[in-house]
């Protein structure tokens, strides 16, 4: 069984699974909505995350009348959303094992700099 971000299903396989024209799928990779990997030969080739992308993609645009632009936007909110839920799990980690009396982590310190700078002209 492949992975399931394994790039292993062919640009016909995908479009007869999914019900829609290879172009479709052409279309959506020059919108920058997913990005297939490539062959020596420069063949396109899916994984199962890609798949999954496309019906969403799919279901956004057939069922709820959004346009690719859209779509684009939701893909990005719905990509940081989920790198948010990561973080936020690693710090609840984090915590718990401060908050463990049996851990030897006591404290929980965390520094980070900014630095800004600020042009004035004349």
């Given at each position: 069984m492949h992975g399931y971000e394994e790039p292993v299903y062919l640009i016909s396989v995908v479009?007869?699974?999914?019900?829609?024209?290879?172009q479709t799928l052409r279309q959506y990779e020059r919108e920058g909505l997913v990005h297939p990997s490539r062959t020596?030969?420069?063949?396109?080739?899916?994984?199962?995350?890609?798949?999954?992308?496309?019906?969403m993609i799919l279901r956004l645009t057939r069922d709820l009348g959004v346009n690719l632009a859209g779509v684009d936007i939701i893909l990005q909110f719905k990509e940081k959303v989920e790198e948010l839920e990561?973080?936020?799990?690693?710090?609840?980690?984090?915590?718990?094992?401060?908050?463990?009396?049996?851990s030897n982590c006591r404290s929980l310190v965390k520094t980070k700099s900014v630095y800004e700078i600020i042009l004035f002209g004349e």
């Amino acid at each position: 069984m492949h992975g399931y971000e394994e790039p292993v299903y062919l640009i016909s396989v995908v479009a007869k699974v999914l019900n829609i024209h290879p172009q479709t799928l052409r279309q959506y990779e020059r919108e920058g909505l997913v990005h297939p990997s490539r062959t020596d030969g420069k063949m396109r080739l899916y994984s199962q995350k890609d798949i999954d992308r496309i019906t969403m993609i799919l279901r956004l645009t057939r069922d709820l009348g959004v346009n690719l632009a859209g779509v684009d936007i939701i893909l990005q909110f719905k990509e940081k959303v989920e790198e948010l839920e990561s973080k936020v799990g690693y710090l609840e980690d984090e915590l718990d094992k401060v908050k463990n009396p049996n851990s030897n982590c006591r404290s929980l310190v965390k520094t980070k700099s900014v630095y800004e700078i600020i042009l004035f002209g004349e």
